[in-house]
Every structure is written in structure tokens, then in C-alpha cells.
């Protein structure tokens, strides 16, 4: 790459409470050599123990952040993550369009780990149908996977593999199918690539502090693809650095409910 230092830009929402969100995305890029731009698509008032409200810009003002980055700034790579509702995944489809960054991460955000709706249900079919195609690598879990697809949950990394596939065949050029949820010893990812699969394994830590690990990881990507010669490496390398951070997230004390991972734990 030309430039040593990439420019990564996160389009999502922000978490007043600092775990998740553009908070989590501008602390992983900064801790990963990037340097960090954001659009905020949402603000939520929310806390470790939950949300307890959204308010949404209007789409021209996304729109605006949009232009106002990219006219002035060279984006290497941009992660995308709460973006509220349909007509603001409109804007950042159409945005992203004219301006066809590098490398896109979408983080397909749709619930809470609190169990809040954090995409309304008519903006499901617009990111399926308007962003998924513009992504280099979409990093659902399980559940959003399904709902991407209309199908059940997968329950074991067969069907993981399968709905991967399925949901690369609707635009994406690759998908990072996230374990998590298959409630086994291990949290295995699997990356689905138009040249063939990669299982990533991984011990599952039993830690409570695990809110934002989502946000986390694709920003750790969009930081690290520019940096790396390959999509595979740089999101082996993330998922690396992200359990590094859930291991070391019991050296924080925020909050009473689920605590961020630490995000700077090489450092401090």
C-alpha cells in the first residue's frame, strides 16, 4: 500500500455508553494503526444494561457526512454498521455508489445484546438488496444471517457454511459467518469466499464483558485489510485481536450490566 497509515471510516451508529458502535470502531482503529473518520447514522442512549432509546438523523444529513469525508478525505477502507432504517440505508447505498471506496465492511447490526431492535424491519430487505452487493466481506452472526435469508438459524457450522454460501450469492464477495451463537465450547467463524472456505477456530472465553465484540471485529477488519495481502489474513488477524480483548476485558470496571471488551489491552 502507498500510504503507511490507512484512513478507515465507520458509518454507524453511537453508543452514549461507549462499548459498541462508532465508539468501539474508532478506539479498534486507532489500536490497530488506522486512523479513524466516522458518520454517525443513529444515537442511542444506551448503557451496559441496555438501550433505552434511537433517534435517527434525517437521511440528506448521513448524506452530508458522507460527502463531507470523501470530498476531503482519502477513505482506504469503511465499515458499516448501524444505520436505523431504510431510508438511511438508501443514503449510504447511494453514497457509497459514487464514491466506491476500496474496501467495505458491513456489519449486518439488527439487535442489540440487550435484545433491542436497532434496524427496523423494512430496512432488512434495502441492506440485502442495496448494500449487500457493494460489500468485499459482510460479517453476520447467526441470527442476522437467517434473517438476511428468511431461514431458521443455523445450528451447526454445516449450515453456517451453507447460508455463507447463500448469502454470497446475493452480491457479496465474501461472508464471515460468526459462531457465536452455536452455544459450543468453541466460537468458530467460517469465511466464505467465491475461492473456497476458511474455518476459524477459536476457545470460547467465559467472560461476561463481551458487548460491542460484534463492532469490534469488523472494524478490525476494515483497519486491517489495507494493511494485510489478503481479506483471509487480515480477518484472522481481527479475530486474533478481538479475543485479546474479550480475555483482558475483566481489567475494566464500567458499569453493572455487560461491560465492553478493552479494546487497547496492548497498551494498557
Given at each position: ?24 470502531d474508532l478506539k ?80 449486518t447490526v439488527m ?100 458487548h460491542g465484540t ?55
Amino acid at each position: 500500500m502507498t500510504h503507511p497509515i490507512p484512513n478507515v471510516l465507520t458509518i454507524a451508529g453511537s453508543d452514549s455508553g461507549g462499548g459498541a458502535g462508532i465508539q468501539a470502531d474508532l478506539k479498534t482503529f486507532s489500536a490497530l494503526g488506522a486512523y479513524g473518520a466516522s458518520v454517525i447514522t443513529a444515537l442511542t442512549a444506551q448503557n451496559t444494561r441496555g438501550v433505552t432509546g434511537v433517534h435517527a438523523p434525517e437521511p440528506a444529513f448521513v448524506t452530508a457526512q458522507l460527502d463531507a469525508v470523501f470530498d476531503d478525505i482519502r477513505i482506504d477502507a469503511v465499515k458499516i454498521g448501524m444505520l436505523a432504517n431504510a431510508a438511511i440505508v438508501h443514503a449510504v447505498a447511494a453514497a457509497l455508489t459514487r464514491y466506491r471506496p476500496p474496501c467495505i465492511v458491513l456489519d449486518t447490526v439488527m439487535i442489540s445484546k440487550s435484545n433491542h431492535a436497532l434496524l427496523a424491519a423494512d430496512a432488512v430487505a434495502a441492506l440485502r438488496d442495496e448494500l449487500l452487493p457493494l460489500a468485499d466481506v459482510v460479517t453476520p452472526n447467526l441470527p442476522e444471517a437467517a434473517a438476511l435469508l428468511s431461514e431458521a438459524t443455523a445450528t451447526n457450522e454445516a449450515g453456517m457454511v451453507r447460508q455463507g454460501e447463500a448469502l454470497r450469492k446475493l452480491g457479496a464477495r465474501a461472508v464471515l459467518v460468526k459462531g457465536g451463537h452455536l452455544g459450543t465450547d468453541e466460537s468458530p467463524d467460517w469465511l466464505v469466499q467465491e475461492s473456497g472456505t476458511l474455518r476459524l477456530g477459536g476457545a470460547r472465553v467465559p467472560v461476561r464483558n463481551t458487548h460491542g465484540t460484534g463492532c469490534t471485529l469488523s472494524s478490525a477488519i476494515a483497519a486491517l485489510a489495507p494493511q494485510r495481502d489478503s481479506l483471509a489474513a487480515a480477518v484472522a488477524d481481527a479475530k486474533q485481536y478481538l479475543t485479546g480483548a474479550i480475555e483482558a476485558s475483566s481489567r475494566l470496571d464500567v458499569g453493572h450490566g455487560v461491560g465492553p471488551v478493552h479494546h487497547f489491552y496492548r497498551w494498557w
